[in-house]
């Protein structure tokens, strides 16, 4: 059967063609030269390749998947100067590769995955200038990987999965200074990475997971400026994490998953002012998270799950102004801050624990104005409901003598001018539900600091004005910040 030829690609599916293919090309294909593309798969028996590979000339694209016999490459593959892509996929008895592998000048991409017996490269891969993409996973006998690795000047992305066998990580990949990528998965015995791994000042993203003997991470780490996502998974024998994780000024992304002896999370990890999404995944030691949390000010997702020594949040977690999803699925979580709801912008609240009961869901919830779901012990509320019950909860204090910072004394005049106009008005509970939402951010954006008298005339002065003239409820908050300077201006003058 002759082979199918289809745009300078050729794809040999068997032993018979593979060695039709290279003993008898012209009976195949009329000029071969052209060849652009070589697929060999299934070569179940074939242990060797003909030398004469070397004379495809333009070849760009080299893969052999599945030739389970093959004990290694010719040495003429070598000689294939156009080759950009090289992906060798479950070879399994290939025991090294070419020594002249790095005269591959146009080399871009090298795949290597499921060579079993693959035992090391040869040093000569340093000398693949132009490869931006090395990915090596399952090769499970690969002990080492070359010194020259940090010649590549201009890889950008390096993957390492599943070589169980490799112990360290050469010193020269501090010299990569181009990488932007960087994951490395299951390898069980690296205990310690390089000390000068900040140097690759251009990674945006790092990737860590399954290393179970991974114990700590270089200090160096937070010089990496540039870094945006941080991934750490099932790496149960890290215990801290760098204490100057702060730097990473730029850091968007920061996921943890697994890490069950890491006790807590440093403190300077609330200077990082760019993240965005912080997730916290089965970290079943952490007791608490840093104070000041709430200085993370654009957290839009915080999710915290089954971290089951977490009893309590911190109050600065009320600070998150711009938190749009919450997740609390810890089941020892005993109390929520009273002033969770001045997280004003959540849209998406899903809460799980054992030890709260919704009574204990604190009522300043209502004013998160742009909630849309809320899903509490895996029971998905009405909001319009919920809203009603925290309205209701507010409206039944007659005195409320609580420390808690939701509770301070204007807060105190809000609730009894609130119930006042409610008995002597006759407002329908939406729009009293309204009014406490509205007067409740308005103390949110108040700025400067003014005395109890001024806070309750500045009260009455938005109040009545609420109350006597329609207004937006859907953009109320916006209405507040465009007219509050004049009228807290006005009322500062009360001190002087």
């Known amino acids: 059967m002759a082979l199918v030829v289809n745009n300078n690609a050729v794809n040999i599916k068997d032993d018979n063609e593979l060695e039709t293919f290279f003993n008898k090309p012209h009976i195949q294909i009329s000029n071969i030269s052209n060849i652009s593309t070589l697929l060999i798969k299934d070569c179940i028996v074939s242990k060797t390749i003909s030398e004469n590979i070397g004379n495809l000339n333009n070849l760009t694209l080299l893969e052999l998947y599945n030739c389970n016999s093959l004990t290694c490459l010719p040495d003429s593959i070598c000689n294939l100067n156009n080759l950009t892509l090289l992906d060798?996929?479950?070879?399994?008895?290939?025991?090294?590769?070419?020594?002249?592998?790095?005269?591959?000048?146009?080399?871009t991409h090298l795949d290597i995955t499921k060579c079993s017996s693959l035992r090391f490269l040869p040093e000569s891969l340093g000398n693949l200038k132009n490869l931006t993409n090395?990915?090596?996973?399952n090769c499970s006998s690969l002990t080492f990987l070359p010194e020259s690795l940090g010649n590549l000047k201009n890889l950008t992305n390096f993957s390492i999965d599943n070589c169980n066998y490799l112990t360290f990580l050469p010193a020269s990949i501090c010299n990569l200074n181009n990488l932007t990528n960087f994951s490395i998965y299951k390898c069980h015995y690296i205990a310690l990475f390089p000390e000068l791994l900040g140097n690759l000042s251009n990674l945006t993203t790092f990737s860590i997971s399954n290393c179970n003997s991974l114990i700590r991470l270089p200090e160096s780490i937070c010089n990496l400026n540039n870094l945006t996502k941080l991934e750490i998974s099932n790496c149960n024998y890290l215990k801290f994490l760098p204490e100057n994780i702060g730097n990473l000024n730029n850091l968007?992304?920061?996921?943890?998953?697994?890490?069950?002896?890491?006790?807590?999370?440093?403190?300077?990890?609330?200077?990082?002012?760019?993240?965005i999404n912080l997730s916290i995944y089965n970290c079943r030691t952490i007791e608490f998270l840093p104070e000041n949390i709430g200085n993370i000010i654009n957290l839009s997702k915080l999710k915290l799950n089954y971290c089951c020594s977490l009893r309590v949040l911190p109050d600065s977690i009320c600070n998150l102004k711009n938190l749009l999803t919450l997740k609390i699925i810890c089941s020892n979580v005993k109390v929520l801050p009273e002033s969770i709801g001045f997280c004003s912008n959540i849209e998406h609240v899903v809460i799980y624990s054992y030890k709260l009961s919704l009574d204990n869901i604190p009522p300043s919830m209502i004013l998160c104005v742009k909630l849309k779901t809320f899903d509490f012990n895996n029971i998905e509320y009405n909001i319009d409901s919920i809203r009603n019950d925290w309205r209701k909860k507010i409206i039944s204090y007659d005195e409320?003598?609580?420390?808690?910072?939701f509770y301070t004394k204007p807060i105190i005049e809000i609730i009894k001018f609130?119930?006042?106009?409610?008995e002597t008005h006759y407002l329908h509970p939406i729009h009293i539900q309204n009014t406490i939402t509205?007067?409740?951010?308005i103390m949110q954006h108040i700025n400067k600091p003014i005395n109890f008298y001024t806070h309750?005339?500045?009260?009455?002065?938005?109040?009545?004005?609420?109350?006597?003239?329609?207004?937006?409820?859907i953009n109320i908050k916006k209405s507040i910040l465009y007219n509050l300077e004049n009228i807290e201006n006005k009322y500062v003058l009360c001190k002087i």
Do not use: R, V
């Open 134 to 137: 090395f990915s090596i996973s």
């Open 400 to 405: 409320i003598d609580n420390p808690n910072p």
């Open 438 to 441: 509205t007067l409740l951010l």
């Open 456 to 473: 309750t005339l500045l009260i009455e002065d938005i109040f009545t004005n609420i109350i006597y003239h329609d207004y937006d409820f």
């Open 252 to 275: 968007i992304n920061l996921s943890i998953y697994n890490c069950n002896y890491l006790e807590f999370l440093p403190d300077s990890i609330c200077n990082l002012k760019n993240l």
């Open 88 to 107: 060798l996929y479950n070879c399994n008895y290939i025991i090294f590769l070419p020594e002249l592998l790095g005269n591959l000048n146009n080399l």
């Open 418 to 422: 609130c119930k006042w106009t409610y």
